[in-house]
């Protein structure tokens, strides 16, 4: 099992333009959860889906952040436009639904900065 | 609402010493959850122990162990025989049936040589 895999690991881009950041979530593992993490504001739950179905986006910051996850091997997160306030380590998570012996696997995160 | 508590933003302990790290919990639900995390600096976020609130025992998993106090509503972690790679931060949280996780703000534990 490769675990959760996401892409790129770091991200540099200038402020206004498009970032999508990817996850591959374990197979079988049917929830799947976007977070981020600062210093200020420690780990943040912004989406989380089951069963590829968006259920919690009231960590969404604003519209300017969407995420899709169109089958069960795949998910995206877009910030369009990108703020220098949007850097941060974002985290994609995977999970069994559900139970609440069932932890989560995180991926190694996407570093972003916004400059 | 459910809430993680860690009072230690930091710690230091001696390598090959025990070291316990505090984590509280507020809830009203009977059926939850506990685990522990670890982020070394790397960034990536390494799973470490599992306590379910119906578990009559302690969890242990090699030199780390949950020190779980029901009525209390504790779930410390003791990190026996410390190694300098143990440095990192460490992250409490509890999962309820059918939810998604509430983290605490982390602990950051420094061993020294």
């Known amino acids: 099992d490769a675990g959760v895999i996401q892409s790129p690991r770091h991200e540099v881009t200038e402020m206004g333009q498009e970032v999508t950041l990817r996850c591959k979530p374990i197979?079988?593992?049917?929830?799947l959860f976007w977070y981020r993490q600062t210093m200020m504001r420690g780990l943040e739950l912004l989406i989380y889906?089951?069963?590829?179905?968006?259920?919690?986006d009231s960590g969404m910051p604003e519209d300017r952040f969407s995420a899709k996850m169109p089958n069960a091997s795949f998910s995206t997160l877009k910030i369009q436009p990108s703020e220098p306030r949007d850097s941060a380590v974002y985290f994609c998570?995977?999970?069994?639904?559900?139970?609440?012996?069932?932890?989560?696997?995180f991926g190694s995160g996407t570093r972003l900065t916004v400059v | 609402a459910q809430k993680i508590t860690q009072t230690q933003p930091g710690m230091f302990v001696q390598e090959k010493e025990a070291v316990t790290l505090d984590c509280t919990y507020d809830?009203?639900?009977?059926?939850?959850?506990l685990f522990w995390y670890k982020q070394p600096s790397s960034g990536e976020m390494i799973f470490l122990i599992y306590?379910?609130?119906?578990?009559?025992q302690n969890a242990t998993e090699g030199r780390y162990s949950l020190n779980f106090q029901k009525a209390r509503k504790s779930a410390n972690l003791v990190i026996s025989a410390s190694q300098l790679g143990d440095s990192a931060m460490y992250f409490c949280?509890?999962?309820?049936?059918?939810?998604?996780?509430?983290f605490g703000p982390g602990t950051r534990l420094s061993v020294l040589p």
């Open positions: 809830t009203s639900d009977q059926s939850y959850g």
């Open positions: 949280a509890m999962r309820y049936y059918g939810q998604n996780f509430v």
């Open positions: 306590q379910g609130s119906y578990d009559e």
């Open positions: 889906f089951n069963n590829n179905v968006p259920i919690d």
């Open positions: 197979s079988g593992h049917n929830s």
């Open positions: 998570a995977s999970s069994q639904q559900g139970a609440r012996s069932y932890g989560y696997t």
